[in-house]
Every structure is written in C-alpha cells, then in structure tokens.
C-alpha cells in the first residue's frame, strides 16, 4: 500500500494478461477515425478544437492502433466528438445486446384506424410517421401497417420510451394489431 497525502492507495500495475490487445487497439483506432470522418474533421482540426491537447499525431496514432488511448483522454475526445463515450468503442460482441421484437422474429403491427382515434401530439406524430412509411412502402390499405426494425426505433423515440418496451407500450396502447 503507498499512501499520498495521508491516503492510502493501491499502485495498479500492468501484467502482460492485463495488457491491451493490438487487435483491440486496432480496432478502436478505426473507430475513432471513423467517428472523426463523420464529423468531417481532419487530425489538424480536432487538435484546434481541443486547444492543442490531441495533437495530430498522437491522434493518428490512435487511429492507426499504435497507441491504446486512456479512458480520461477518450472520454475528453468524445466531448469533442460531441458523440457518447461508447460510440468510440468497437462493439466487441461478447454482450448480449437487448434485441427488440422484431429482432427477435416477432412482426409488430400498428391498427392505423385504432391511432386514427387517438388524440395527443405524440400519436399525431406517430400517425405522420407512419403515413410517410406507407408512402414509401407504397403500402396505402389503410388498417394495419407492419413496421421493422428501424421503424420501431423510430416509434419508440417518438414515444419517449425505451426500444424494448415499445412492442409492450404499443399493446398497453391498444396500438398493436391483433388479428381476429
């Protein structure tokens, strides 16, 4: 134990099994450099926005995987990304994603006449919505419309509710076709 004004503190020290994969700098590399092409930002540009804090360079080689970035710096790049800390990381699949109904096989249908019914600004623009689907889909049957993917996260925005409860929200709301 080592103690710092007065506090005691454990030294964290790094084994070679607690050392960061190449492979996973790689590829948080290309993220970053992924999420600051979307930006339409050059390593030049992020280095003025963060007051010189991310040089080009040291930027680059982040981006190219030849150096593993802190939590702190990556956290203070997001903030200049204005993007959450998270979609910096590679998705490196070894958590179970919450899947959404459809994601899960189940088709999600919305009763067009029931929303016809419904009053209130967010069934308004969920009815907006929806048309624009049918106007896409050119889909003009006028009862039910089957939504996808996409779709329910659009709904589940508009609703102000969380993606996996929207199949759930739309049957509580008498939204959600169930056929006879």
């Known amino acids: 134990m080592v103690t710092e004004g007065g506090t005691p503190y454990a030294r964290v020290t790094m084994s070679d099994h607690d050392a960061i994969p ?9 993220r970053l450099r992924a999420i600051r092409r979307q930006k339409r930002l050059s390593l030049h540009d992020v280095e003025s926005a963060s007051n010189q804090e ?8 982040y981006e190219r995987g030849e150096r593993a970035i802190s939590v702190l710096r990556l956290q203070r790049l997001a903030r200049i990304y ?5 979609q910096l990381l590679p998705d490196d699949g070894s958590e179970q994603r919450s899947r959404s109904a459809i994601e899960k096989g189940d088709k999600v249908a919305i009763d067009l006449g029931r929303l016809a019914r419904m009053n209130g ?3 308004g623009m969920l009815a907006r919505y929806l048309r ?6 050119q889909d003009f ?8 993917n996409g779709d329910l996260m659009a709904i589940a925005a508009l609703l102000g509710i969380e993606l996996d409860d929207a199949a759930n929200t739309l049957d509580e709301l008498g939204l959600r076709f169930q056929p006879v």
Not at 22 to 28: D, E, G, K, N
Not at 54 to 61: E, I, T, Y
């Open 22 to 30: 190449a492979a996973f700098s790689q590829r948080v590399g290309e």
């Open 54 to 61: 991310f040089k080009a360079s040291v930027l680059g080689a």
């Open 82 to 86: 204005d993007v959450p800390v998270d």
């Open 121 to 123: 600004d967010q069934f």
């Open 132 to 137: 624009l689907i049918q106007v896409q889909r």
């Open 141 to 148: 049957n006028g009862r039910v419309l089957t939504v996808r």
